[in-house]
């Protein structure tokens, strides 16, 4: 990948890291992986009702992760230069696996889907590349 193709990946993947390291979305990230627990939907939905601050923490860092996964997966944005720079994607997708059963079948079936193939995406990444450090 050289050229224009480059240049506009970089450019994409440096505002993703302007939006991932905003202080709100830091908050929300910390938020998910230290103090967000549900055993599934009926659970979350108690906890975390729609309008909370909760509510809206999560779905700002699943809805960011969504919005990787279809960048990366309908190939708008190099998959090398984000596997290599976003990590710890299987973390936050096991986090969300007691509740996406749920919310899959009483909002949408579609929920999340874009992160849960970029999640597959990372592993296969990581088998083709180990670390090199």
């Known amino acids: 990948m050289n050229g224009p193709d480059q240049r506009r ?3 994409i ?3 993703l890291w302007e939006m991932h390291t905003a202080p709100e979305m830091q908050s929300a990230r910390m938020w998910v992986f230290t103090d967000f627990h549900a055993a599934d939907y009926d659970e979350f939905k108690r906890k975390y009702p729609p309008g909370s601050v ?4 999560f779905t700002s860092v699943y809805g960011m992760y969504e919005l990787y996964g279809v960048l990366v997966n309908r190939h708008l944005l190099d998959e090398d230069l984000f596997f290599d720079l976003f990590g710890g994607l299987n973390l936050l997708l096991d986090k969300l696996r007691p ?3 749920g919310m899959r079948t009483e909002i949408d079936p ?5 992160f849960e193939l970029l999640c597959r995406g990372a592993e296969e ?3 083709a590349h180990p670390p090199r450090a």
Do not use: F, Q, T
């Open 9 to 11: 990946d970089v450019d």
């Open 13 to 15: 993947l440096l505002r």
């Open 54 to 57: 909760e509510w809206r923490r």
């Open 99 to 101: 509740v996406l059963k």
């Open 110 to 114: 579609y929920l999340y889907e874009n």
């Open 125 to 127: 990444w990581k088998a």
